[in-house]
């Protein structure tokens, strides 16, 4: 099983951009138990975005209401929203994603996407 993340990318002051993370693989039965969302701006630490999990769905307080968190179970895919983007959200934006599969608990890393947003 592997996490792969998309959308990132560049985007001008006010944008949107929708980040995916996908878990896929072949064999296997699994389901998305809870996922997180960190950022790590180029040179800081990595801060906690947004968590979804069975205890509900929380957004750090200084992004609530510009981020979502969203899921798609069918597709084993989860979605960081991003909307109103500032220069200061620029940063590497990494998924980590807990799996439920056979008797036990995956936890999986994405390699992160790059989030560039000018002003």
């Known amino acids: 099983v592997e996490l792969v993340e998309s959308g990132g990318g560049l985007v001008q002051a006010g944008g949107s951009l929708r980040l995916s993370c996908a878990a896929s693989g072949s064999g296997e039965t699994f389901s998305i138990r809870a996922v997180d969302w960190y950022r790590q701006p180029s040179g800081e630490q990595r801060d906690l975005v947004a968590t979804?999990?069975?205890?509900?769905?929380r957004v750090a307080n200084t992004l609530r209401g510009r981020f979502t968190v969203s899921r798609d179970d069918a597709r084993n895919t989860v979605y960081l929203q991003m909307n109103n983007l500032k220069p200061e959200d620029t940063a590497l934006y990494y998924c980590?994603?807990?799996?439920?599969?056979?008797?036990?608990?995956?936890?999986?890393w994405g390699k992160g996407v790059l989030v560039t947003v000018s002003a």
């Open positions: 980590s994603v807990d799996l439920n599969i056979g008797r036990g608990i995956l936890k999986l």
């Open positions: 979804s999990g069975i205890e509900g769905t």
